[in-house]
């Protein structure tokens, strides 16, 4: 089975860091054309580097765009400008997100609102913006990157873990609208990823290895176990493929 994407043009949302880097890269690594968007923060901007450089190395097509995905007008301009460098905007992967472990007591209603913002409505946001392009050619793929941990009450923080379980319900109910216009609508639900975001949740050698032992497989997952799956979702091998939500964890959620 090849997954070959030549002339295909992918949005990757948070695409310099964590598991959207990894998305960003094997997308281009199979022929795709790549827009990576990010913020303009320090963390962002020196993953974004670090990304440019093996597209660089190996000649990959893609083209970097820093919006907010928060903000309708910054996200239509993404849109646009993915369409005015290559002709099209055929597949959507929505992996921006973030969160800071705290317990709900601890929680203040500011961190609860910006995460549910960031989170949930910024997803819509930019699936909104991507449908203007997608429905008038009856064809698309849309694939968000959520958490295990809306499914078992994990992820750290509550305005994370609502957050996710609330993309699980817009991929049921956005799939069921899309898909006679030819745009499929799925969701990857990820559990202890080896990334920046779990090193920060578990500093700790030790609280890691502990970690490990919940995972029948026996290691954490790579950031590229979720970008392969993401590029079979996005293939044309995954047609019949629509409103479902995937959990990748090495047999962990369900032990």
Known sequence: MKLDFKGKTVIVTGGSCG???????????????????????????KGLKQVEAVMKKNGWSYKSFAGDITSIVEMEKLCSFAVSSFGSVDILVNSAGFTEPTTTMELSLDLWKKGIEVNLTGAFVVTKSVLKYMVPRGKGRIIYIGSAGSITG??????????????????????????????????ILPALIETDLLMYRAPDPLKRKELIKRIPVGRFGQPEDVAYLTLFLASNYAEFISGQQIIIDGGSTFK
């Open 154 to 187: 994990g992820g750290g923080a509550a305005f994370y873990t609502a957050a996710k379980a609330g993309i699980n319900g817009l991929v049921r109910i956005i799939s069921k609208e899309l898909a006679p216009k030819g745009i499929t609508v799925n969701a």
């Open 19 to 45: 598991i959207g880097s990894a998305i960003s890269i094997e997308f281009a690594a199979a022929g795709a054309n790549v827009i990576i968007d990010h913020l303009p923060v320090e963390s962002d901007v």
